[in-house]
């Protein structure tokens, strides 16, 4: 099976925005088994939206196209819509209702833009969007099926997961693929190969293995493909349990877990709270905490101490140890761990302090080294890091490894 | 003029790698006035290179084509120049010198899939790749030229910049295009657009306006179209002169400025310093500080102050103001402002305090609720926003709002 993915819109075609929804959108294609065969971006010119999309309708089965239904007059997407499949706009009362209900809490009034995003071709099924205005369009011709979206990442990505997939899986026959994917951090991507190696000579040719690196962790997928789902997920659950044994202190989840969600899990079953002291991450570890629903549940609360005052006057570390060892040493991390302790009144602390860069290096501290403690009710541990040149990457990998220790010694 | 750009290759039809090249190839065209009708992806099947070839041949002046010119066997695209081309492959004995050059240093032995690489058709013009062994080919037909590079994106952008640009400058006669982006926050799409419909209508017919929502904000894109330079910068200037009197407090900078970098760039002119004090942003506005280098210079730290307890120990708000008004109120928000000034020692202080959602919601106090405040050397203010249902959002528009008051505190 085949699909076409298409995006209209001017934004890539001058270069603005990089097109980073078609390769999602791919990505998760394939994992259904469906091949994409073209990728094709147009400008909402007329006649260019009618001939992309006959030229997909006569080449494959199935057709995801994002952009050109914005509420701002330079749309003329639908308009080449209703004329390629002989039907015409209506206004939908479902969409209008949603609209308002999107739009009243926040004050704003309903006005000609609004409404007109609540007009749909006639013949389309309608797929609610709950991140958003605009609605998705799923439309068949001559057996192929179109499915138009808004182009805003996060609407899109909602729209294919919770819609758009589970009613391409009913109206095609794709040959089951199964995922399973085990979340690692830790180790790079050639020591964890090299420690797994034998493991993943022992897979079934029917289980592919893929490493999926990223700055965050590296995630590993294990792809079945096959008739029998219920040998497939034996297999898969057996192959899982054995890498747990494998590398037990680098798996912190699976599929769509985070560290954070998953140490909030610990942290409630023992009705623990914690917080963050943060120096190099500069509140990007509370910014992971409190971007689980329901976190207040365990997350106190953090101080950023990115001047020594700060770490000085607020967390209670010594001046003697700053001017002694240095803002970036374990006597310094550990400090503000063990008054971040005090100050915030949680469990545990996770604290942070670095060389983030790009400027700021010495030799002996270069950029990229990144001291980490946790202090927790049994004391206080402490560990060293090296991390690359790139500032922002230099953030996210402290961040994990951070939370990554907190883990660790939470399970210890 | 008009151009097309086409990438042949599966790794952006699988997902693997996101099309970075088109965009930067598409920005550099537009600066030399050649618009780009579409950007296609394709694999390496010879008929559908042929198709593809020959509608961008009928409709454009030109294509850069990307890709499938690597020294694997999977290469099928020489083949498929050739029949578009009627010519036949064959060695060129500079490309061949060439190889041998890059691979001797490196120890490497010429194969025969090295010295396949020097094989072009017999009718291109070849286009020296400094940077690595596939050159760039030439080629036209029906007056439409045709440029075939190698996908490695630095060989791409040593060829287009030094080679491929001054020829296409020679070969067509092409109009300027200018482009300005006004990057604007704190009003909606829908609510901006009628803000701004005047000044709209009175654009010149030679300067089209593009809206580029994101979560973050919304960006304004004005491009004019011309031959005279002069002339579309004055006008361009003008309107962007006019804009600025309408939406004074929502314009925060422009091209690819920051709001944070907007306000660093305030506060060192200042000598003057900033913190912050969240709830419901939870660390996201001191991350969105720190992330930008050398932010130290003016962001001395935060108070995450995600519990009661901590608003009241650390930021010292008063138990009874809690209890009164409650955490999410203009007395609470304002006093951990005013808190954090002190116990940062800070000169600015920007403080929130929300429902972020999904739960924790009130009939008064509904999920999408955000007090925002800014304690400065001139006093306190802070102001109410409504924002929508989705946690994640919610976060990233209150710390964006909250950055546009603190700018707009700072100019007043």
């Known amino acids: 099976m085949k699909a076409d993915l298409i995006t209209i819109g001017d934004e890539i075609l001058i270069g603005q925005i990089i097109d980073t929804n078609s390769a999602w959108m791919a990505r998760k294609l394939n994992d259904e088994g469906i091949a994409v065969r073209q990728i094709t971006s147009i400008s909402d010119e007329h006649d260019h939206i009618l001939e992309t999309l006959s030229d997909a309708s006569e080449n494959v089965d199935l057709v995801l196209i994002t952009g050109g239904l914005g509420p701002t007059k330079d749309d003329r997407t639908k308009d080449a819509i209703c004329q ?41 099924v309608v797929l609610h969007n709950r991140m958003g205005t605009a609605p998705g369009l799923w439309m068949e011709k001559d057996g192929c099926v179109f499915v138009f979206m808004p182009g805003v990442p996060f609407e899109m990505k909602t729209l294919v ?62 792809s079945a493909s096959g008739e029998d789902r219920d040998v497939m997920n034996k297999v898969l659950d057996e192959k899982v349990e054995e890498l747990l044994e494998i590398i037990p202190e680098q798996i912190f989840g699976f599929e769509d877990e985070t560290l954070t969600g998953n140490i909030g899990k610990l942290l409630k079953q023992r009705n623990q709270t914690v917080g963050t002291a943060e120096s190099c991450t500069g509140g990007n570890i509370a910014h992971f905490f409190t971007s689980d629903a329901g976190s207040s549940d365990y997350f106190r609360g953090s101080v950023v101490a990115y001047s020594n005052e700060v770490k000085e006057k607020v967390l209670g570390v010594p001046e003697k140890l700053l001017i002694e060892h240095g803002a970036v040493s374990a006597e310094v991390v550990e400090a503000m761990a063990v008054g971040a302790r005090k100050v915030l009144g949680v469990d545990y602390v996770v604290a942070t302090s670095g060389v983030a860069g790009p400027t700021g290096g010495t030799p002996e501290k270069p950029v990229g080294l990144v001291w980490i403690a946790v202090a927790g009710p049994d004391g206080v541990v402490s560990k060293k890091y090296n991390f690359g040149n790139d500032r922002g990457r230099n953030i996210v990998r402290s961040s994990q490894s951070a939370l990554n220790l907190l883990r660790n010694t939470l399970l210890k």
């Open 84 to 124: 390629f499949f002989g039907t015409q706009l209506v206004y939908d009362d479902n969409v209008l209702k949603h609209i308002q209900a999107l739009l009243a809490p926040r004050g704003v009034q309903m006005n000609g833009l609004n409404r007109d995003q609540a007009l749909v071709p006639e013949s389309a």
């Open 161 to 222: 997961s919770e819609q758009i997939l589970p009613r391409v899986r009913t109206r095609f026959k794709t040959t089951p693929i199964i995922h399973r994917t085990v979340l690692s951090q830790g180790l790079p991507e050639s020591m964890l190969a090299e420690r797994i190696a034998d493991w993943e000579n022992s897979l079934p040719s029917f289980i592919k293995l893929a490493y999926l690196p990223n700055p965050m962790h590296i995630r590993l997928r294990l």
